[in-house]
């Protein structure tokens, strides 16, 4: 018998021996949740006290003050005690008041006991932590670079769109062909908006609808007024959700939709307003594009559209300079020399003929010298205006000398020709020219005709021919037409 106790009691301490040299700390409850058996290691891992832990503690009083020391939640409390009372295993971290972190494990044994192991995991906790950290900061690094190069793809996707619009803008010959390109760019740099173009008449009262796309709202006109943007001198987004007013251009469409955005574009060129943008979104997105960027983008298009218009501007007033008279708005005898030539191969190509007049004032010295150079002007302003007024419409007319003129009458032969120049003359001596407070003597002109190609085939023939008239009509006493053929 004392055999069989002395082997018991060999075998016990080597199971403690064993026990405290494991690393975890363990515990073993009853089946009424007392303590049977602990290692030493326990203290170590759980940073307790010899009073903290001995065999006879409860459980109870083991959890209220791992609870009242912040180790234990009330909440895995109340799982943990939950699954004890239907004996299943459970698992939850303790997070030592020094910061540590242990993992306690419980599982049930043999007549409702429990055998609880804690191991410190705050290594392996603080590495995880780390390692979803490192994880989460890789995945935020790759968000980051996928949206800085969707948006450097997006930015050069508008530069190319851009350069394309500039191509194309700065290729057109007149501001009817740069509307054209706008309305069919806009459609495909903004699709899904809907817009219009707008550009200050001469008189600067109002602005003229020009062009637009995807929408039949073009205002033949607008009032400068009626668009805070040109009121305010500077782009204007409205947006509902913001402290906005609609446009009184905007409002006069009587959209059948509620408008939550749209944007208004100033045309600036050279300093100078010259017309007006205006866009309409209908979603909070365009093309994909979210509404404040694709607003940045309308006022660049809008920038770039600013600087196509004043260039075709100046370049069609340098161009009108070139080749029109200052004082009286006719062309030049230049541009006339070079629209005959026109005429005469269009004409020699279609088997067709055509009709030039020169004329001039009758005793025009006088008028300079009897009431000044001044007069003068105003007599030649005066031709200038009878000519267009009479035959502008299906002529090219000319000063093409001091105070000599030339029209030029596609497809006329020599009966129409003379009609022409018939109809001109009454014309002119009807015209009362004012100057001062009065009027000036009456005005006359003397006028020849030639025709191609029977007066000549080139330019200067015709013009010499059509002269030889006109010096026929002054010495045939003046005010009255001529031509070669019937002197």
Same mark, same amino acid.
């Given at each position: 018998?004392?055999?069989?106790?002395?082997?018991?009691?060999?075998?016990?301490?080597?199971?403690?021996?064993?026990?405290?040299?494991?690393?975890?700390?363990?515990?073993?409850?009853?089946?009424?949740?007392?303590?049977?058996?602990?290692?030493?290691?326990?203290?170590?891992?759980?940073?307790?006290?010899?009073?903290?832990?001995?065999?006879?503690?409860?459980?109870?009083?083991?959890?209220?003050?791992?609870?009242?020391?912040?180790?234990?939640?009330?909440?895995?409390?109340?799982? $943990?005690?939950? +699954?004890?009372?239907?004996?299943?295993?459970?698992?939850?971290?303790?997070?030592?008041?020094?910061?540590?972190?242990?993992?306690?494990?419980? +599982?049930?044994?043999?007549?409702?006991?429990?055998?609880?192991?804690?191991?410190?995991?705050?290594?392996?906790?603080?590495?995880?932590?780390?390692?979803?950290?490192?994880?989460?900061?890789?995945?935020?690094?790759?968000?980051?670079?996928?949206?800085?190069?969707?948006? @450097?793809?997006? +930015?050069?996707?508008?530069?190319?769109?851009?350069?394309?619009?500039?191509?194309?803008?700065?290729?057109?010959?007149?501001?009817?062909?740069?509307?054209?390109?706008?309305?069919?760019?806009?459609?495909?740099?903004?699709?899904?908006?809907?817009?219009?173009?707008?550009?200050?008449?001469?008189?600067?009262?109002?602005?003229?609808?020009?062009?637009?796309?995807?929408?039949?709202?073009?205002?033949?006109?607008?009032?400068?007024?009626?668009?805070?943007?040109?009121?305010?001198?500077?782009?204007?987004?409205?947006?509902?959700? @913001?402290?906005?007013?609609?446009?009184?251009?905007?409002?006069?469409?009587?959209?059948?939709?509620?408008?939550?955005?749209?944007?208004?574009?100033?045309?600036?060129?050279? !300093?100078?307003?010259?017309?007006?943008?205006?866009?309409?979104?209908?979603?909070? !997105?365009?093309?994909?594009?979210?509404?404040?960027?694709?607003?940045?983008?309308?006022? +660049?298009?809008?920038?770039?559209?600013?600087?196509?218009?004043?260039?075709?501007?100046?370049?069609?007033?340098?161009?009108?300079?070139?080749?029109?008279?200052?004082?009286?708005?006719?062309?030049?005898?230049?541009?006339?020399?070079?629209?005959?030539?026109?005429?005469?191969?269009?004409?020699?190509?279609?088997?067709?003929?055509?009709?030039?007049?020169?004329?001039?004032?009758?005793?025009?010295?006088?008028?300079?010298?009897?009431?000044?150079?001044?007069?003068?002007?105003?007599?030649?302003?005066?031709?200038?205006?009878?000519?267009?007024?009479?035959?502008?419409?299906?002529?090219?007319?000319?000063?093409?000398?001091?105070?000599?003129?030339?029209?030029?009458?596609?497809?006329?032969?020599?009966?129409?020709?003379?009609?022409?120049?018939?109809?001109?003359?009454?014309?002119?001596? $009807?015209?009362?020219?004012?100057?001062?407070?009065?009027?000036?003597?009456?005005?006359?002109? $003397?006028?020849?005709?030639?025709?191609?190609?029977?007066? !000549?085939?080139?330019?200067?023939?015709?013009?010499?021919?059509?002269?030889?008239?006109?010096?026929?009509?002054?010495?045939?006493?003046?005010?009255?037409?001529?031509?070669?053929?019937?002197?």
């Amino acid at each position: 018998m004392d055999g069989a106790m002395q082997v018991s009691q060999t075998q016990l301490e080597l199971a403690n021996d064993v026990l405290n040299t494991m690393e975890q700390g363990i515990l073993v409850w009853s089946a009424d949740g007392v303590c049977q058996l602990h290692n030493q290691r326990i203290y170590e891992i759980l940073e307790l006290e010899p009073d903290d832990i001995y065999v006879g503690l409860t459980r109870q009083q083991f959890r209220d003050r791992a609870e009242k020391r912040g180790e234990m939640t009330a909440e895995d409390r109340k799982w $943990s005690e939950a +699954r004890i009372r239907i004996s299943k295993p459970y698992a939850i971290d303790r997070k030592l008041p020094s910061g540590r972190v242990v993992l306690t494990n419980a +599982r049930p044994a043999r007549g409702g006991s429990y055998v609880v192991t804690f191991t410190d995991v705050t290594e392996a906790r603080r590495a995880a932590t780390e390692l979803a950290e490192a994880k989460s900061a890789a995945e935020a690094a790759r968000a980051e670079a996928e949206d800085i190069l969707s948006l @450097e793809r997006a +930015r050069q996707t508008e530069a190319r769109l851009i350069s394309q619009l500039d191509e194309w803008l700065q290729s057109c010959k007149s501001l009817d062909e740069l509307f054209v390109i706008v309305t069919r760019f806009m459609e495909r740099l903004l699709p899904g908006s809907k817009g219009e173009l707008y550009i200050y008449s001469n008189s600067r009262d109002v602005l003229d609808g020009m062009c637009h796309w995807n929408t039949h709202d073009l205002h033949s006109t607008i009032a400068p007024d009626s668009c805070w943007a040109l009121r305010r001198g500077r782009t204007y987004e409205y947006d509902s959700k @913001e402290i906005c007013f609609i446009c009184d251009h905007v409002e006069d469409h009587h959209h059948q939709v509620t408008l939550s955005e749209y944007i208004c574009v100033p045309i600036v060129a050279h !300093g100078d307003t010259v017309g007006l943008l205006h866009i309409r979104f209908d979603g909070s !997105g365009v093309g994909g594009v979210q509404l404040h960027d694709a607003s940045q983008f309308a006022v +660049r298009c809008g920038e770039h559209i600013s600087m196509a218009i004043a260039n075709v501007k100046l370049r069609d007033e340098l161009h009108d300079q070139s080749i029109r008279d200052p004082l009286t708005g006719l062309y030049n005898r230049r541009y006339f020399m070079d629209a005959v030539r026109r005429q005469i191969s269009v004409a020699e190509r279609k088997k067709l003929t055509f009709g030039i007049i020169t004329f001039d004032a009758d005793n025009f010295k006088m008028f300079n010298d009897n009431h000044g150079h001044d007069a003068g002007d105003m007599v030649l302003r005066a031709l200038g205006a009878a000519v267009l007024e009479t035959l502008g419409k299906v002529a090219v007319c000319a000063r093409v000398g001091g105070e000599e003129f030339a029209v030029l009458l596609p497809d006329a032969d020599l009966p129409q020709t003379l009609r022409a120049a018939e109809t001109l003359r009454e014309a002119v001596a $009807s015209v009362q020219v004012r100057y001062l407070d009065g009027c000036l003597p009456q005005v006359t002109i $003397s006028a020849g005709v030639s025709t191609y190609p029977t007066c !000549g085939e080139l330019p200067q023939h015709l013009l010499r021919r059509a002269d030889e008239a006109l010096y026929l009509a002054k010495e045939n006493g003046r005010n009255c037409v001529k031509s070669v053929t019937n002197a």
